[in-house]
């Protein structure tokens, strides 16, 4: 299949979406962690405990955590990885999707 949406992949879609290579924490969150509050996020930020990593421009409290959107797109693929593998197990699909 010589579909051409098939060639676009998560980093496409978020360097599109975010226009930049790194965007705030804040942001990732409030787009796809909805059931997560940002102090929350932060939290887990401040001791590395998010699926992706996290990082602030500057070595100061007041600095902003980051996610870089490559990692963070690797992230998403993986999660989607799994998803569509543990869908093709219990559907007992062995190719295709």
């Not at 990692?71 to 295709?96: H, M, P, T, V, W």
Request: one cysteine or more; glycine letters at 2%.
């Amino acid at each position: 299949m010589n579909n051409p949406m098939m060639q676009i992949n998560s980093f496409h879609v978020l360097m599109i979406r975010y226009s930049s290579p790194v965007v705030p924490l804040e942001t990732i969150v409030n787009d796809y962690f909805t059931h997560m509050k940002i102090e929350e996020a932060n939290r887990r930020a401040n001791k590395m405990n998010l699926p992706f990593p996290v990082f602030k421009s500057e070595d100061t409290k007041k600095a902003k955590w980051m996610v870089n959107i490559v990692q963070f797109a690797s992230y998403l693929d993986r999660q989607s990885e799994l998803a569509n593998q543990d869908f093709k197990r219990l559907c007992g699909i062995s190719s295709g999707i």
